[in-house]
């Protein structure tokens, strides 16, 4: 089930989308979830129901703006290096645990809105699959992780490889503003597999990133059990889970992004989200 916020004029709001069709869950007694809603079976279903029978109204997607399904997350942890194929084109052994690296949450921006590229910057695109905390989870065991997801969504975790490189660690050149474009929808429920599911990224058209999240290193469980034994995660919590080979700093040529040119992060089962680039 895709879930979206998104503004229709009046302000942002939630709905579901099949199809070209947006359906307003606000119009449901209880209104708007929480991310905690959508870790609830029997909320998800009675949101189907209420598509199914009419009950909910609707407008065409091409009327509304969409949005990031997270606009605001209380943290964004990051997996590096989590694909058997971006530890390939680096000549990197595989890690024995996940390599964990945060983002600002102020980078998170929505589909087709500007990724800003600052003077100087070398800026770089990763595809990744992330995953929405929707209730509070702490030494969680891996059998239990999906009654703690609220849902999937695609992250672009843009990067800033000179700040990165010189700095000697990820903060600074993961946090510029704009460097966390979401969405376009927020897939819930428990029969969407998160491990089987196709990610690619295109630029201008041309296939930079194709993989499958079968190249994961650590899948959604075991990377999210190994994050809640560290830290407490929270509702609305964002967790983005690695990119897969192909990313600009790493290609020969290095070939990384410029203003003019468009972005295309696709996974399976979410949809495909769009950013231009531009000049501060």
Do not use: W
């Amino acid at each position: 089930m895709q879930f979206v916020r998104y503004n229709d004029g009046s302000g942002p709001t939630m709905g579901i989308k099949e199809g070209s069709k947006i359906y307003s869950v606000a119009d449901l007694p209880a209104g708007e979830p929480s991310f905690e809603d959508l870790t609830n079976r029997r909320y998800l279903d009675r949101v189907r129901d209420g598509v199914r029978n009419g009950a909910l109204s609707h407008r065409d997607e091409g009327d509304v703006n969409l949005l990031a399904p997270v606009p605001r997350p209380g943290k964004i942890v990051c997996a590096g290096l989590n694909y058997r194929d971006h530890a390939e084109e680096q000549n990197e052994e595989i890690p024995e645990r996940p390599i964990l690296f945060s983002k600002a949450p102020t980078t998170v921006t929505n589909p087709n809105s500007p990724i800003v590229h600052p003077d100087g910057e070398e800026v770089d695109y990763e595809v990744e699959l992330a995953a929405v905390i929707g209730r509070f989870a702490k030494d969680i065991d891996e059998d239990e992780v999906i009654d703690y997801i609220a849902g999937y969504t695609v992250l672009n975790d843009v990067s800033g490889r000179d700040a990165q490189f010189s700095d000697g660690q990820f903060f600074r050149g993961k946090s510029y503003d704009t460097f966390s474009p979401m969405g376009p929808t927020l897939v819930a429920g428990s029969d969407y597999d998160p491990n089987t599911v196709d990610v690619e990224l295109r630029v201008d058209g041309e296939t930079k990133q194709s993989s499958n999240t079968r190249q994961f290193i650590f899948d959604v469980p075991e990377l999210m059990s190994f994050i809640s034994e560290n830290m407490t995660l929270r509702p609305g919590d964002v967790i983005s889970t690695g990119t897969p080979g192909g990313v600009g700093i790493f290609r020969d040529p290095v070939d990384l992004l410029e203003p003019g040119q468009v972005c295309e992060a696709e996974i399976e089962g979410i949809g495909t989200l769009t950013n231009p680039v531009v000049e501060p």
